[in-house]
């Protein structure tokens, strides 16, 4: 793949490398000179000094070309402008670092949803380490407001031989791990002692969930 990386700072160039070595054709725009000349020699790319927001530069980094475009500059109004000139050129694939939880919806509204979140990325490490046995979470979702998580059926849940419809209230059950199988739970599907299961819920909710499971 031909992948434009914008922003050379320690998640560019460690992203960068991980592509490279891929053997991915990678071109790193970055904005400070002397970075930019480091990296020139640290890295087997094409680095390119200048805004990642000045179309000129972009196109010398051949975006119109380019099968991603990866803005991770420490800026989310920076890293929006450059989403912004590559939806216009129709690169395909379109990810942004965002580092205000608030700003993901001005994104959305302009069609990037490869968006991560490094607040909630971090948040949700330091959360997965605070996690009681048994569950494991999954991912933070709608800014923050929503959990998805895993957690196993223990013999005393009361959720342990009740059809779905019996036990889901305020959340979904996405799916069931059984057996070494994942099954689609309908209404009528039992669950059992054992079985893992991956439910999204309202933050507010998940406390109440952990204690009948």
Known sequence: MKVIVVGGGRIGEALSRLLIKEKHDVVVVEKDEKLAEELAEKLDALVLHGD?????ILKDANIEKSDVVVAVSGDDKTNLMICEFAKGVNVPNIIARINQSDNEGIFTKIGITNLINTTTTAILAFKKAMEKPGKQLVNLVAGGKGEVFEVSVRKDSKFANKNIM???KGFTVACIYRDDKIL???LKTKIKEGDILTICSPLEGVKKIEKMV
Request: hydrophobic share 25%; aromatic share 0%; net charge negative.
């Open 166 to 168: 019996d036990v889901v």
């Open 184 to 186: 689609m739970p309908e």
């Open 52 to 56: 990642g927001t000045d179309k000129n």
